[in-house]
C-alpha cells in the first residue's frame, strides 16, 4: 500500500490523516478514506465508506489488509459510515471468489484484539446501522437515532458533529480496558 500524508483530515474530529491506498490486483479502492487517522494523540486505523463501498472481492482485500494492519500496529479500527455487515450479507451471494473474501475478512475483524468502533452520520440508515453491532465494540450514532440507541450498551449518541471525537475517543478507551477474552466472546455473541 503507498502512502499520502493529508494537510487536511478526512472527518472534522481528526486532527491528521495519512491516506494509504493501492491494492495487490492494481486497484486503488473505491473508500472515501482509508488510512491512519489521529484524534489528537490517539492513533487508529480510519475506513471511511459508505454503502456503495466493498462491492468486490479486492476492496474486501483491501479492508482486510488494513484489518491485518491495524492488528501488526496495535492500533484501533474505525469504521466510518461503513456498514460491514450490511454489504457481506449481500455480496456474499454475488461470487465464490467475494464470498472467500468476506470470510476472511469477518474472521480477521472477529479476531482482531484491538478495538472496532463504528461511526454513523446523519446520512445513515437505522436498518444497516443495527446490524452493525456484530463487528463493533462501540457505537457513534448521530442525536436523531438516539431513541432507537438510547438502552444500548457501547453506544454513545453524538448530539452535534463536535460530539463525534469524544464519543470515539471514551468507547476507544473503555474498550481498552476490556479485557481480550471478553472482547472476542461479545463480538462472538453478537453473531449469534
Given at each position: 500500500?503507498?502512502?499520502?500524508?493529508?494537510?487536511?483530515?478526512?472527518?472534522?474530529?481528526?486532527?491528521?490523516?495519512?491516506?494509504?491506498?493501492?491494492?495487490?490486483?492494481?486497484?486503488?479502492?473505491?473508500?472515501?478514506?482509508?488510512?491512519?487517522?489521529?484524534?489528537?494523540?490517539?492513533?487508529?486505523?480510519?475506513?471511511?465508506?459508505?454503502?456503495?463501498?466493498?462491492?468486490s472481492?479486492?476492496?474486501?482485500?483491501?479492508?482486510l489488509?488494513?484489518t491485518?494492519?491495524?492488528?501488526?500496529l496495535?492500533k484501533?479500527?474505525?469504521?466510518?459510515?461503513?456498514?460491514?455487515?450490511?454489504?457481506?450479507?449481500?455480496?456474499?451471494?454475488?461470487?465464490?471468489?467475494?464470498?472467500?473474501?468476506?470470510?476472511?475478512?469477518?474472521?480477521?475483524?472477529?479476531?482482531?484484539?484491538?478495538?472496532?468502533?463504528?461511526?454513523?452520520?446523519?446520512?445513515?440508515d437505522?436498518?444497516?446501522?443495527m446490524?452493525?453491532?456484530?463487528?463493533?465494540?462501540?457505537?457513534?450514532?448521530?442525536?436523531l437515532?438516539?431513541?432507537?440507541?438510547?438502552?444500548?450498551?457501547?453506544?454513545?449518541?453524538a448530539?452535534h458533529?463536535?460530539d463525534?471525537?469524544?464519543?470515539?475517543?471514551?468507547?476507544?478507551?473503555?474498550?481498552?480496558?476490556?479485557?481480550?477474552?471478553?472482547?472476542?466472546?461479545?463480538?462472538?455473541?453478537?453473531?449469534?
Amino acid at each position: 500500500m503507498s502512502s499520502n500524508i493529508s494537510k487536511y483530515p478526512p472527518q472534522p474530529p481528526f486532527t491528521q490523516a495519512i491516506a494509504l491506498y493501492g491494492d495487490r490486483a492494481g486497484s486503488k479502492g473505491t473508500f472515501n478514506f482509508a488510512g491512519f487517522a489521529w484524534i489528537q494523540r490517539t492513533k487508529m486505523v480510519l475506513v471511511q465508506g459508505d454503502l456503495h463501498n466493498l462491492s468486490s472481492a479486492a476492496e474486501w482485500r483491501c479492508l482486510l489488509r488494513l484489518t491485518t494492519l491495524a492488528h501488526r500496529l496495535k492500533k484501533p479500527l474505525v469504521l466510518w459510515n461503513l456498514p460491514v455487515a450490511h454489504i457481506a450479507a449481500i455480496q456474499r451471494r454475488t461470487s465464490l471468489a467475494a464470498a472467500q473474501t468476506i470470510q476472511k475478512t469477518e474472521l480477521a475483524l472477529l479476531r482482531l484484539p484491538y478495538p472496532i468502533i463504528a461511526v454513523f452520520d446523519e446520512n445513515s440508515d437505522v436498518e444497516y446501522t443495527m446490524l452493525e453491532f456484530v463487528w463493533s465494540d462501540g457505537i457513534v450514532v448521530p442525536g436523531l437515532l438516539e431513541k432507537q440507541f438510547s438502552e444500548r450498551q457501547n453506544v454513545k449518541i453524538a448530539q452535534h458533529p463536535t460530539d463525534v471525537a469524544s464519543a470515539i475517543v471514551e468507547l476507544l478507551n473503555h474498550a481498552e480496558t476490556t479485557p481480550l477474552i471478553e472482547l472476542f466472546k461479545n463480538r462472538q455473541e453478537t453473531l449469534r
